[in-house]
């Protein structure tokens, strides 16, 4: 059985959205709302993905982290292929709601990205007479 859906509050006047305690989202034309994954305890970034309302409802719900995976087009609890569980302990949103940043304890082995590393950023951009490239951390 799904859960029932949020019905999050409706979009105010801006004072209202900036300033008070109404959570009003704002999802874009593809009904995904961007969401910053942050290692509670240290302050790193794990990962940049996106949330549909529904992920945002499941994560809220349950203190799983779910998102929407553009490239497969469905949603996804994270860790259930992985092992790379995320374990919110707080969810912010900014000062227009149009960004979800949660703050994490990252399971399994720690990390977060598909490739295996504890964290997706991690090249540097690097520029020097040569050009622009990137460099391994």
Known sequence: ????????????AKAELEEGLSFTPKFDADGLIVCITQEASTGEILMVAYMNAQALQL???????????????QLWRKGDTSGQTQKVLEASTDCDQDAILLKVV????????????????????????????????
Request: net charge positive; with cysteine; charged share 20%.
């Open 59 to 73: 994560t809220i719900e349950t203190g799983v982290a779910h998102y929407w995976s553009r490239s497969r087009n």
């Open 106 to 137: 990252a399971g399994g082995d720690g990390g977060a990205c598909h490739t295996g590393r504890k964290s997706c950023f991690y090249r540097t951009i690097e520029s020097s007479d040569a050009g622009i490239r990137l460099a391994m951390r």
């Open 1 to 12: 059985m799904s859960p029932k859906p949020f019905t999050f509050a409706l979009r105010g």
